[in-house]
């Protein structure tokens, strides 16, 4: 439930440009630990008020995690305060009828590249037990809107929100190592290696399979690719 006060057992706070500290209009998403220590949907697409704050109230009692994403395509989706990754958000924890929770995220900025690479591929989902799903629901085959961000020398460079088919595509890249990431809050995070070379400029068959959920923050295993 929103409204336009904060109020106890609430968040209340805003997205901002890591380096510049200004105001960045976005939504946010919501997420809560579960009993059995998976995290799970709250609440999506959260917007935000005219004078560029969120509020949140009558929150039940829950340790959460915000996930940012901006209106615009300059930035990756981010994880407060400042992380790419749900596995090193800020948890903030509800209390019944407790002080209202203060939240910040640090949007954290893509760097545009030039050149002629490309790297593209597709998502699935292969017996996958989604988030928010009941007990026993599996998603099967092409997973849309899954988060893929694309690192070089650990600096975001792309993102992209798979479509219908699963697919994804970043042009206009110089030559170079990059790291391809499937991130989906509360699951396994994967990634492939790529390096485009004078020889082979384009990766055009990148295949992600969508991890399982995680209760941990253990690390997973890279994957490699060409």
Same mark, same amino acid.
């Given at each position: 439930?929103?409204?336009?006060?904060?109020?106890?057992?609430?968040?209340?706070?805003?997205?901002?440009?890591? %380096?510049?500290?200004?105001?960045?209009?976005?939504?946010i998403?919501?997420?809560?630990?579960?009993?059995?220590?998976?995290?799970?949907?709250?609440?999506?697409?959260?917007?935000?008020?005219d004078?560029g704050?969120?509020?949140v109230n009558?929150?039940?009692?829950?340790?959460?995690?915000? #996930?940012?994403?901006?209106?615009?395509?300059?930035?990756?989706?981010?994880?407060? #305060?400042?992380?790419?990754?749900?596995?090193?958000?800020?948890?903030?924890?509800?209390?019944?009828?407790?002080?209202?929770?203060?939240?910040?995220?640090?949007?954290?900025?893509?760097?545009?590249l030039?050149?002629?690479?490309?790297?593209?591929?597709?998502?699935?989902?292969?017996?996958?037990?989604?988030?928010?799903?009941e007990?026993?629901?599996?998603?099967?085959?092409?997973?849309?809107?899954?988060?893929?961000? #694309?690192?070089?020398?650990?600096?975001?460079?792309?993102?992209?929100?798979?479509?219908?088919?699963?697919?994804?595509?970043?042009?206009?890249?110089?030559?170079?190592?990059?790291?391809?990431?499937?991130?989906?809050?509360?699951?396994?995070?994967? %990634? %492939?290696?790529?390096?485009?070379?004078?020889?082979n400029?384009?990766?055009?068959?990148?295949?992600?399979?969508?991890?399982?959920?995680?209760?941990?923050?253990?690390? %997973?295993?890279?994957?490699?690719?060409?």
């Open positions: 439930v929103l409204f336009n006060e904060p109020e106890p057992s609430s968040l209340y706070g805003v997205l901002v440009d890591i %380096v510049t500290g200004d105001l960045v209009a976005g939504t998403d919501i997420f809560v630990f579960a009993d059995d220590g998976s995290l799970v949907p709250y609440l999506e697409d959260v917007s935000m008020s004078l704050f969120f509020f009558d929150i039940p009692e829950g340790d959460y995690i915000i #996930l940012g994403t901006s209106e615009s395509d300059e930035y990756v989706p981010t994880y407060s #305060l400042s992380s790419t990754a749900w596995e090193e958000a800020v948890i903030y924890n509800i209390e019944e009828s407790g002080p209202l929770a203060l939240f910040q995220v640090s949007m954290i900025p893509i760097t545009g030039d050149g002629n690479g490309t790297i593209e591929g597709t998502v699935t989902a292969d017996g996958l037990k989604a988030n928010g799903i007990a026993g629901s599996r998603q099967q085959g092409p997973l849309d809107e899954a988060n893929i961000m #694309l690192m070089h020398s650990n600096i975001p460079v792309g993102q992209f929100f798979t479509d219908e088919e699963g697919y994804f595509k970043f042009d206009n890249l110089p030559l170079g190592t990059y790291e391809v990431i499937l991130e989906i809050p509360g699951h396994q995070r994967k %990634v %492939v290696t790529v390096t485009l070379t004078e020889e400029p384009n990766a055009t068959d990148i295949d992600l399979e969508a991890g399982n959920i995680s209760t941990s923050t253990e690390d %997973v295993s890279n994957l490699s690719a060409l």
